[in-house]
């Protein structure tokens, strides 16, 4: 879900862009000397508000803008200083001190501290439409006070494994308590938006551009670009083409930039294609039957999906190797557990009898045992006369879900299911009303797995029908929310692990969220314009989209004179051609008409 | 614009004095099509232009029905694609092969069937629409020709693409959707012809001769009218083919055709996602486009031919 852009009108993008061969300055230096960092992003905000984002841009801008208690270190994702310098627990563990820092201030002069942190954590939990970001943190939460402005107490009703990975921006109470609705509110309203990361927000156009400058009194330092724009290209390939050109430093990869892409930029002067492995899984998802938190039933999901072996069965007739070495040509790594594997720590792989690998005829032999057997017509029939006739909600434009799309409908077709691919520019609609079958589904993980946990238990499905909220898939189960709880409470980094584990290995039974692959973050760079960068880990990791804020942060800006290549390269030219015969054919077509027309009239 | 052929069905009602016991008025009426097709490609003929365009329908037809004999009728299958993602033009792949593997000139040859079939379609049903607005407002005149070309006016200065993007993107992703979006948005210039042929023939003699026999409306519009404007029709539904077939490959170039299928928009859209602009390759996006330019200018070229040889006054001007 995390990856619906909202509507991409790619006509402009797609055919503006390769005609605009007049050669741009590029931006790493501005005509005023300041250097300028300009990312292409292709996802848009869903609100600045740290209390409602939830996209992987929002809530990135909030890294940047925002202090949180605690930063992950770059290296190997250990909890390290953020807004606290200290935390640790009470001998119950029910209680939680944090040292907060005494040198951050508001980027309008006021000091920031345990008093802000205090009245963010409370505003949270009043719930007042504020929690559909953070609610995973704080369910547990008692009562949170500043008894000094260096000094932040949190009472917990329950033992809670997540308290040094809080991932909730602090806010500036003196600003946000004039706010009427914050439920409402976009924070998008005056510039610049006061906070304290490195980064400052200045400036923010829908679906254009988000502009931040650096916070020269940030306490670690201030960053060494003077602006960071992020540029929002709603088509991958105008984004490499302004990477070409030089009209941008970095393409985000997010999605990842496509094979053909990487290949063609690998072999260009002046820039860097960066590979890790990704923060994402890329699943499908099926429908177990939308209901809200008091069990009312809505929306129109197959009912064969509610038995497990119809489930099973659509993930032993996917064969992921072959998604992995034709859909993603190996920028990916074959899907098995729900946490990548990246986060070794958490990530499980099934053992070898449980593994569902590729085989349609177990497959078959399932779907004949569960009562849907094959009819005259090659169709499998469900014991109520209705064929299994599956939707399956996918991303306009993620072009992924297109391709794996197209495999799926012939992996079932052969067992005799049908399929309906309905790519949508924004699947939320359908998605929160229930009304699909199977989903194209992925989220980003962080560190500390508790948030996309957190988001199969029963306490995150809607309060009324068909409205949002944190669930992913409407998935409530009792042994999975004892896990859950299990796991949060658990402050043994293995034993928490174990049980993490667990929940991943019920999830992968249950058929419900079958995890194709893990996308490799591919992304591109300038460096004529960027000379370094830091990616996370350190060795061999992602930038865009990191758990902190340290690609952008860290990034040191070229010196030489930036040279801007004219994009004189064959697709742009072979753009121009394409363009241009649909133009002129177009307009002698129509040309011809009017005048054939103009003599018909009598 | 009175042309023989056209009248032909019109007069055939009216019995041409008996003649030889042998011959019926419907084996006249026979001959004299058959006399008047020939005549027909005796004028078509001469145009070059249109023997031009007409070859090159039949021969994208021909590829098209034929297709499963052609490439095979699993070019189209992603599990069984025989080479490797985006190779280049070989021996082996003419036109090289997409992010598949599969190839692409078997696609382009299974993408001519729904382009053409779109283009047909959506064209027929724009015509009709047309035709029976065109028709009744030219035959009622008043108060409902008014209200009913005003409707017209407001459709012919909407913008098509922006109507029929919207149309498509609020009803589900098929083959339906597409060819009901365009049909329903280009209606507009074929009502308005249709309408100014609809009165200059409502002010010929006959008609009114017709009226005064007892003919009523509906008589006079489908035996009278209709046989009249029918060669318009005829002309403007060539035309209009190519601005469907245009549109049709817009609107799956902008991902609002059924993903699952291939088209030619869908194959340039599939092109610029899996990132060939950026990366050049040419043999990706050239074959679909240029094949869509050329299907566009063959019916356009048949079109003026039709028209030319219907119309003797734009025929004398050649």
């Known amino acids: ?98 040292t907060i820092r005494d040198n951050s201030t508001w980027s309008d002069g006021k000091p920031a501290t345990a008093k802000d942190a205090a009245w963010t954590f409370n505003k949270v939990m009043s719930k007042e439409g504020t929690a559909t970001a953070n609610s995973n943190f704080v369910t547990n939460f008692r009562k949170v006070t500043a008894p000094s402005p260096t000094k932040l107490v949190i009472e917990l009703k329950k033992p809670q494994a997540t308290m040094a990975a809080l991932d909730v921006p602090i806010v500036p109470k003196h600003v946000w308590e004039k ?63 302004a990477l070409r050109k030089g009209e941008v430093s970095f393409v985000a990869g997010q999605p990842a930039l496509t094979p053909a892409q990487a290949d063609s930029l690998k072999n260009e002067e002046n820039i860097k294609v960066n590979e890790g492995p990704g923060r994402r899984f890329f699943a499908l998802a099926t429908n177990p039957g939308a209901k809200t938190r008091d069990g009312e039933k809505f929306g129109d999901g197959h009912p ?55 085989d349609p005829k177990k497959a078959a032999r399932l779907l004949d045992e569960a009562g849907y057997k094959k009819n005259g017509d090659g169709k499998r029939v469900g014991k109520d006369g209705r064929p299994l006739d599956f939707r399956i909600l996918c991303h306009a434009t993620d072009p992924n879900d297109k391709a794996v799309g197209k495999y799926l409908k012939e992996w079932w077709g052969d067992l005799g299911i ?45 309060v009324k029908a068909k409205e949002s909220a944190a669930t992913d898939n409407f998935i409530c189960d009792k042994k999975f929310d004892d896990l859950y709880d299990k796991q949060l409470a658990e402050y043994d980094q293995g034993k928490r692990a174990d049980i993490v584990k667990q929940m991943q290995s019920w999830l992968y039974d249950s058929g419900y969220m079958n995890v194709l692959a893990y996308p490799n973050a591919v992304e591109a760079y300038r460096t004529d314009q960027i000379k370094s960068i830091t990616t996370m880990p350190t060795a061999a990791g992602n930038i865009y989209g990191q758990d902190g804020y340290w690609s952008w942060w860290s990034a040191v800006p070229a010196d030489g004179k930036s040279s801007s290549k004219d994009g004189g390269s064959t697709g742009v030219i072979i753009g121009i051609a394409a363009a241009a015969v649909v133009l002129v054919g177009g307009g002698a077509l129509f040309a011809l008409r009017r005048r054939s027309t103009a003599e018909d009239r009598e | ?104 000139l078997g696609l382009l040859v299974w993408g001519a069937r729904i382009s053409l079939a779109v283009g047909l379609l959506a064209a027929v049903l724009s015509v009709a629409i047309g035709t029976l607005v065109g028709i009744t407002a030219g035959h009622f005149k008043g108060w409902y020709a008014t209200v009913i070309m005003r409707v017209t006016d ?127 390759h040419w043999w990706y996006l050239a074959p679909p486009g240029l094949a869509i330019a050329v299907v566009a200018l063959a019916f356009t070229l048949c079109g003026r031919a039709v028209e030319s040889v219907l119309n003797p006054r734009l025929g004398a001007t050649r």
């Open chain 1, 1 to 98: 879900m995390l990856a619906g852009g909202a509507a991409a009108f790619t006509l402009t993008a797609g055919l503006a862009t390769p005609l605009n061969l007049a050669p741009q300055q590029a931006e790493a230096k501005a005509d005023d000397g300041k250097k300028v960092l300009t990312v292409a992003v292709a996802q848009s905000v869903d609100s600045l508000s740290p209390f409602l984002a939830q996209r992987l841009l929002s809530t990135s801008l909030h890294r940047l803008t925002y202090e949180y208690l605690t930063n992950y270190d770059a290296k190997n994702n250990r909890a390290i200083d953020g807004f606290a310098t200290d935390w640790k627990p009470s001998a119950d563990k029910l209680t939680w001190t944090y």
């Open chain 1, 179 to 241: 706010v009427d609705d914050i439920s409402k509110f976009n924070n998008d309203k005056d510039f610049p938006v006061v906070g304290n990361g490195p980064f400052i927000l200045t400036d923010y156009k829908v679906d254009q551009y988000v502009r931040l400058k650096a916070n020269k009194d940030f306490w670690r330092g201030a960053p060494k670009f003077d602006e960071l724009v992020f540029k929002t290209y709603k088509d991958q390939d105008a984004a490499v083409s």
């Open chain 1, 304 to 358: 064969a999906l509610l038995d497990k072996k119809v489930r099973q069965a659509l993930f032993l007739s996917v064969d992921r190797e072959a998604i992995v070495d034709k859909v993603f040509q190996g920028h990916a790594v074959e899907g098995a557990g729900y946490i990548p594997p990246r986060f070794s720590e958490y990530a499980w792989q099934p053992s070898a009898d449980q593994r569902m690998s590729y």
């Open chain 1, 418 to 462: 049908g399929l309906k691919v309905e790519c949508l520019d924004d699947v939320s609609v359908p998605w929160y009303a229930g009304e699909y079958d199977l989903a194209f589904d992925g989220w980003s993980v962080n560190p500390d797995p508790d948030f996309v946990l957190g988001i199969h238990t029963c306490a995150a499905l809607p």
């Open chain 2, 1 to 104: 614009m009175t042309t023989e052929s056209a009248e032909t069905p019109s007069t055939a009602p009216a019995p041409v004095a008996p003649a030889a016991p042998g011959k019926s008025a419907r084996s006249l009426a026979r001959a004299r099509r058959r006399h008047s097709v020939t005549r027909f490609w005796r004028e078509y003929r001469t145009h070059k232009a249109g023997l031009f365009g007409l070859a090159a329908l039949v021969l994208i037809a021909l590829a098209a029905v034929f297709a499963p004999l052609l490439v095979g009728s699993d070019a189209q299958s992603v599990t069984d694609a025989p080479g490797r993602p985006m190779e280049s033009p070989s021996g082996a792949y003419p036109l090289g092969t997409d992010q598949f593997g599969r190839d692409l």
């Open chain 2, 154 to 280: 407001w459709f012919l200065v909407m913008p098509t693409l922006v109507l029929a993007i919207a149309l498509a993107s609020v009803m589900s992703r098929s083959l339906w959707t597409i060819i009901l979006a365009i049909g329903v948005t280009t209606w507009p210039t074929t009502a308005r012809l249709v309408r100014a042929q609809t009165l200059a023939v409502e002010s010929r003699p006959y008609i009114e001769r017709a009226q005064a026999l007892g003919g009523g409306h509906g008589h006079i519009m489908a035996r009278h009218v209709l046989p009249n404007v029918m060669p318009l029709v005829l002309a403007q539904t060539t035309l209009v083919i190519s601005g469907a077939i245009l549109t049709e490959a817009t609107l799956a170039f902008l991902g609002l055709g059924d993903p699952t299928s291939v088209s030619w928009g869908g194959l340039l859209q599939d092109a610029r996602e899996a990132g060939a602009v950026s990366a050049g």
